[in-house]
């Protein structure tokens, strides 16, 4: 198969996954609640992102690269959210 094919299939593949992100990026900004979201789940995940994202580029794989650097923002967008809007929550059940 030549180079170019398979890269096509890594990109094909790259944009599914990262964009499997934005449905629950955009219900989190929405509803301005990411209490069902697991931290534990999403730590883990950005950090596998982030070590996939070097992988990709100490071996010059452009899809691994652009799939983990999209998805890497996404997946601490929504991170940061989920920590900003679960500490407003905190906020309001302390004072009421």
């Known amino acids: 198969m030549q180079r170019n094919t398979i890269d096509l299939i890594g990109y094909v593949a790259a944009t599914c996954t990262t964009l499997s992100f934005l449905p629950q990026l ?16 999403f730590l883990i995940f ?19 690269v652009a799939a983990n650097a999209v998805t890497f ?20 059940v302390t004072t009421v």
């Open 73 to 92: 923002v996404l997946s601490m967008s929504i991170l940061v959210l989920k920590l900003r809007f679960d500490r407003n929550v905190l906020k309001e």
């Open 26 to 41: 955009v219900r989190v900004l929405r509803l301005r609640s990411a209490r069902e979201i697991s931290l534990g789940m």
């Open 46 to 64: 950005s950090i596998g992102t982030a070590l996939w994202l070097t992988y990709g580029l100490l071996s010059h794989s452009r899809p691994v």
